[in-house]
């Protein structure tokens, strides 16, 4: 089968190989996957570069997400037939044809939902929903402030928070991306390239300020949001997108001013997917996921088509996904 494998950290498109192998053999209480998308993600990315949380033994298939169908069953599986659409939970190595997992992980897609959106389904919206309703609780009607509101996951907070009833502040590094955001349901967007961000924020939210935020840009901007913070105000650090391509870690920094966070009592926390997937328990993030699966089937988040490249185009994606402005969404490697 065809696998995407890379056997030293560096540059994805200098380093991704399309390689021949085996089709693995489920073991007991395994299925065999056909995989059929999966999502470039810039953790992947990290991933190959070797500049993630965690990292994987080499050599190795890149692919923290995807969705495919039921090939074959191992012994023991119960609950699963061949022909399924199913997506692995909290699995390496989607960029290959096939793949094995255990049965006990694996998610059902309901019929309504294209294969599309269930291959990303796990890292983004469970990003999105356990940031607002675990890590910052924001309560209906409060103000939340996002940077990169026009990522994915910035979409879904958006479309999450319309339904939890919260107040959305977007902003957003283009004024091209400001109508299409509105349309979606976004309350504010300000664009860091011709607006004031602390100013702005200051006159949406005036006397009750704002007391949440979620930032994965870092720089100037996630420095004006914790800025912006009222008294006491949380702000949860998930990606720092204004310093990918930096190999200088002097400028992968998040520069605060001191004087605001010790009078103002704000504080900033880091936030990221893998602690919070250990911390929980399968059932409980199973649960999570199938609300959210449950919300797509319904229409009530919607995530981008994307734009589809053959697995062994991986590094024509990857390029695509490295692109500024893109309008189709996410690179999903198919096939
Ligand atoms: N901590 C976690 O566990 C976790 C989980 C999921 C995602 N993340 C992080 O969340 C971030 C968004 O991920 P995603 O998959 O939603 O992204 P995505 O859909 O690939 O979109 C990337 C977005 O970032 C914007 N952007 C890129 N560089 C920027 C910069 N220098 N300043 C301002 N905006 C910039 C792009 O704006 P344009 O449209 O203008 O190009 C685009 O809207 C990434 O950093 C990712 O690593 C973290």
């Known amino acids: 089968m065809l696998s995407i494998q890379f056997e030293r950290f560096g540059e994805p498109t200098e380093v991704l190989q399309v390689v021949d192998v085996p089709v693995p053999e489920p073991k007991t209480n395994q299925v065999l996957i056909r995989m059929r998308v999966r999502p470039v993600h810039s953790s992947d990315l990290h991933i190959m570069r070797g500049r993630y949380g965690i990292l994987p033994p080499l050599p190795i298939s ?17 609950g699963f037939h061949v022909g399924q659409r199913v997506i692995p939970f909290n699995s390496w190595g989607c960029w290959q044809e096939y793949l094995v997992a255990d049965a006990s992980r694996l998610l059902l897609v309901p019929d309504t939902v294209s294969d599309e959106m269930a291959a990303q389904l796990i890292i983004n919206p469970m990003t999105a929903w ?115 391509g930096q190999t200088d870690p002097g400028k992968m920094i998040l520069p605060v001013f001191a004087p605001k966070m010790i009078y103002g009592v704000t504080s900033v926390r880091g936030w990221w997917i893998y602690p919070w997937l250990s911390s929980v328990s399968l059932e409980e993030a199973r649960g999570i996921a199938n609300q959210l699966l449950s919300l797509m089937a319904q229409g009530r988040i919607v995530l981008g088509s994307g734009q589809a490249f053959a697995l062994a185009d991986a590094k024509q994606a990857v390029r695509y996904a490295q692109q500024a402005q893109r309008q189709g969404g996410k690179a999903l490697l198919v096939g």
Not at 65 to 78: A, D, K, R, T, Y
Not at 150 to 166: E, K
Not at 213 to 242: E, T, W
Request: aromatic share 2%.
């Open 62 to 78: 890149p692919g923290i997400e995807g969705m495919g169908v039921i090939e074959s069953l191992g012994e023991g599986v119960q």
């Open 130 to 244: 356990v940031m607002l309703t675990q890590e910052l609780q924001v309560e209906r009607g409060e103000w939340l402030v996002q940077t990169a509101a026009n990522s994915a996951v910035g979409r879904l907070v958006i479309q999450l928070s319309q339904i939890l009833g919260l107040k959305t502040i977007n902003i957003v590094r283009s004024r091209e991306q400001v109508q299409g955001l509105l349309d979606m349901g976004a309350d504010e967007v300000i664009c860091s390239a011709d607006e004031n961000v602390v100013e702005r924020i200051a006159q949406i939210t005036g006397s009750t300020g704002v007391g949440k935020a979620m930032d994965s840009v870092a720089g100037q901007v996630g420095a004006d949001v914790l800025q912006s913070l009222r008294f006491g105000g949380v702000m949860l650090q998930y990606g720092a997108l204004s310093t990918h």
